[in-house]
């Protein structure tokens, strides 16, 4: 009896205490609401609110070969990086890789002490180095981290300098396509692939899905391969990339033939004197795999782990003219002027502003970041200095074929595609550009493997449950 009225007490202490709407609402509909957080503001970000524009060129160019396309869009808010990703923020991508490499040879190293241990059946003292000579502790400790701090290095046979050995810097990541596990044709169950009530759903129809997968050999190799297979499980949308993260730095030289560019090629990533300049030599997959990892790094920093939050990403095509243009129709750069100086003759970019005069504008290779003022939602250089990757794959018709609604055309090319199916948009125009070249809406394209010394990348983030405009 005891028990019973516990119980009832309980009961009626939870139908009281959840929260008033219990109270007094005469059995309306009120809501069951989530349990509400906020998401910091990222760092280094700026807020680019929802808003439509006119995407595309509003003039033929018929010197440039450019045809008026223009498509009324509308973009919802996001979070953009206010400078270009700069050598040192992606070197501390590079040191997470490299520091995740020694942590797990010094596990590797713990492993094989254990083994030993096992073998004795006690613990060594001293312990052996090598299994034949012995010395003290600490110092084996030492040595074995050392060795595996330095195994992650290279030497170079000729010039005797040490750096990161760029084969072993590889990212391994996760990427789940959302797009496709939410199609109604690869739900896995079959009856629901179907809403006609007139057609028969065949119980037994095989559905192919396709995913990318990655492994390293033994020689040390990545393998890419994209699987095509009977849709079977959740894990059929779960695409596994492995990616060689270092840049290019040799970029300087076979981007530009019968030049000197040899100091950029040594200094450019890796001296303290360029850590505020815009990371080039960076491909497409490399900008990716840089987002994920940013994603993933806040999870486990912020203690994040088990919550949903917006990834970075590469911003589509899209968001990047919509940002560079201040959300404005009649801006064809990042300022309201057509020109490329402002009231004072000085130049507003980084560009090539003359035949043979890279540094008429000031600079002759790209500049610091924020180098220039910002435009009109607080962004800097999205003009010049150098272009950026999109997320959106390059077709020739671009916007005709999108939605006008947060349009973006994404296609994940499979190793066996065509070369022509991995364009991926760029936008913006570089430091080695002339002034048509640079307007935000002006479109052109690289392919996703290709490191290039005028490509760098700014990340973005959707902004999640905002109110109007």
């Not at 139908?15 to 509909?29: D, H, I, K, R």
């Not at 502790?137 to 050392?146: G, H, P, V």
């Not at 040490?162 to 072993?168: F, G, M, P, Y």
């Not at 899905?209 to 050999?217: C, F, G, L």
């Amino acid at each position: 009896m005891m028990k019973k009225a516990i119980f009832i007490i309980a009961i009626a202490a939870i139908l009281t205490a959840c929260g008033n709407s219990f109270q007094g609402v005469g059995g309306e509909l009120t809501g069951a609401s989530a349990a509400a957080w906020n998401e910091p503001s990222p760092h280094g970000m700026v807020l680019i609110k929802r808003g439509a524009f006119n995407m595309g060129p509003a003039e033929t160019d018929s010197l440039w070969g450019i045809h008026q396309n223009v498509k009324g869009v509308s973009i919802d808010a996001f979070w953009m990086d206010a400078t270009e990703i700069t050598n040192a923020q992606y070197r501390q991508f590079l040191y997470f890789v490299r520091d995740s490499i020694v942590r797990e040879r010094l596990y590797e190293i713990d492993d094989r002490y254990k083994i030993e241990e096992d073998r004795y059946g006690e613990p060594i003292d001293p312990p052996i180095l090598n299994w034949n000579r012995p010395i003290p502790t600490e110092r084996r400790a030492n040595e074995d981290e050392l060795a595996a701090i330095n195994s992650v290095y290279a030497i170079h046979p000729v010039t005797r300098e040490k750096r990161l050995d760029a084969k072993q810097m590889v990212y391994r990541y996760h990427w789940y396509d959302h797009t496709s596990a939410s199609l109604r044709r690869y739900r896995l169950d079959p009856a629901e692939r179907v809403r006609n009530t007139d057609i028969q759903v065949n119980p037994n129809e095989i559905v192919m899905i396709s995913k990318d997968t990655a492994y390293i050999n033994e020689e040390g190799v990545i393998i890419r391969e994209t699987i095509t297979r009977p849709l079977s499980s959740y894990f059929d949308f779960l695409n596994t990339y492995i990616v060689n993260v270092y840049p290019d730095e040799t970029t300087w030289v076979n981007d530009f033939n019968n030049a000197y560019n040899e100091p950029y090629v040594r200094l450019y990533f890796n001296h303290p004197g360029y850590n505020d300049y815009p990371v080039v030599g960076v491909s497409w997959e490399q900008a990716t795999a840089f987002c994920a990892w940013r994603t993933n790094y806040l999870m486990m920093s912020a203690n994040l782990r088990g919550r949903v939050i917006e990834p970075y990403r590469l911003p589509t095509e899209a968001e990047w003219e919509y940002a560079a243009r201040s959300g404005k129709n009649e801006n064809k750069y990042p300022w309201s002027q057509d020109g490329v100086t402002g009231n004072k003759g000085c130049f507003l970019a980084n560009f090539k502003p003359d035949r043979g005069d890279f540094v008429k504008d000031g600079y002759l290779i790209p500049a610091k970041v924020a180098s220039f003022s910002p435009n009109e939602f607080g962004l800097y250089d999205m003009a010049g200095n150098v272009a950026e990757w999109t997320s959106t794959a390059f077709l020739e018709s671009g916007p005709e074929i999108m939605s006008d609604m947060n349009p973006e055309y994404r296609y994940i090319a499979a190793k066996e595609d065509p070369y022509a199916l991995k364009r991926k948009v760029v936008r913006g125009g570089s430091w080695k550009d002339v002034a048509h070249l640079i307007r935000s809406d002006i479109r052109s394209f690289e392919f996703q493997n290709e490191q290039r010394s005028f490509i760098g990348f700014r990340c973005v983030r959707t902004q999640v449950g905002v109110g109007k405009k």
